[in-house]
């Protein structure tokens, strides 16, 4: 089989940089040339202009507004994606004490490793031992009396685990929450900090979004931390100390304003629980053929990883679901297999046509 989408365009399952919203696409394309009557692209402005302080200011307040948020909490819009704020939270708040880290895979293990240079690090629970399947039980977290933080990737990637429901926990929440952000509801009010990479849910690589609330902020580290990144330099300039990435942000804002449209994190989760019955539905029918390594209960929405009956076939399937018009569908080098990931701009017609692409393949391939 092979797909007709408009532009030419085939259906995207890159886990990162990964699809947009072809509707921010046109409205970004009609823009290119002359934004709003400037005369000028977005990327073209001064980040000191008045035109892209709207821009700006207005993405926070799509943030804030989006996530259901006060002014009690910073928005802010830096660089260096979430691997940098791998090292930057704990030189801001660990300061040689103890954070509790709930290891669930490949990122959480880089997050775990950068913040070793600040402080000790305790794991809370450790993944490897179940081979990253599923996430902890609650009475398997074993958390420190008095920890700075607690530090939890809210979706893996690699893996294809979620959280829908965070650990109760004393100390401050901090969620790494890059690929599954703006995915579904949740209360952002529980994160004493959360941050996501733009670049699978909100928009273009290069702009990293981080929510931080303003108590937890108030016990950052003020001496001995580079300016660049000391969170008080960002929050005290409204992430405008240096140049931000200012095309990046203004398609996040434009990817805001779409989920808007859309019926905000309650239109997201249903169209992403609609793909994800869909698909893991399919595999369970199937599952003679396809199977799905992550238990019952820890499966992601976003990433659905699966593999077939021999690597032979899977490197087949990858091969036609190219000539077919599916990109993306490659699992990670380091764990082989399949992967699709389905995030936000992601369609319920993606999903129904890749079904039928491997419903096809299973019965030339059976």
């Not at 399919?282 to 396809?290: I, K, Q, R, V």
Request: net charge negative; aromatic share 12%; with cysteine.
């Amino acid at each position: 089989m092979s797909i007709k989408l408009k532009y030419d365009r085939i259906w995207n399952f890159n886990a990162g940089p990964a699809a947009i919203p072809l509707p921010v696409l046109e409205r970004v394309q009609q823009s290119w040339f002359n934004y709003g009557g400037t005369g000028m692209n977005v990327m073209e402005w001064s980040h000191r202009s008045k035109e892209y302080d709207e821009i700006h200011n207005d993405a926070v307040a799509r943030v804030k507004r989006i996530c259901g948020l006060d002014d009690s909490f910073h928005v802010l819009f830096l660089q260096g994606g979430a691997s940098t704020q791998f090292a930057m939270i704990p030189m801001n708040f660990l300061d040689g004490g103890t954070a509790d880290y709930i290891h669930t895979g490949a990122w959480s293990k880089k997050a775990i490793a950068e913040a070793k240079y600040f402080g000790t690090v305790n794991l809370a629970f450790d993944g490897e031992a179940v081979e990253f399947k599923r996430l902890p039980k609650p009475d398997e977290l074993k958390l420190t009396p008095g920890a700075k933080y607690v530090h939890i990737t809210s979706n893996n990637t690699i893996k294809g685990t979620e959280f829908f429901e965070f650990p109760q926990v004393d100390a401050p929440l901090v969620a790494d929450m890059s690929s599954d952000i703006l995915s579904h509801k949740v209360d952002f009010r529980q994160f004493a900090l959360s941050y996501a990479g733009a670049q699978k849910n909100l928009g273009p690589s290069g702009v990293t979004l981080v929510i931080l609330r303003d108590d937890f902020y108030k016990t950052a580290k003020n001496e001995g931390v580079p300016t660049m990144l000391k969170y008080g330099t960002h929050v005290e300039k409204n992430s405008l100390y240096n140049t931000p990435p200012t095309f990046g942000v203004y398609v996040l804002r434009e990817v805001l304003a779409w989920v808007e449209e859309n019926g905000g994190l309650e239109g997201m989760e249903k169209q992403n629980r609609e793909k994800a019955e869909l698909l893991y539905g399919f595999f369970a029918e199937n599952s003679g053929y396809f199977k799905c390594p992550v238990e019952k209960g820890s499966e992601s929405w976003m990433n659905v990883c699966f593999r077939l009956p021999s690597e032979e076939l899977e490197a087949k399937m990858i091969s036609e679901s190219k000539a077919a018009g599916f990109s993306g569908m490659k699992g990670h080098r380091s764990v082989g297999g399949l992967r699709i990931s389905m995030y936000n701009a992601t369609p319920v017609d993606a999903i129904r046509d890749v079904i039928a692409f491997m419903t096809e393949f299973m019965k030339n391939n059976g």
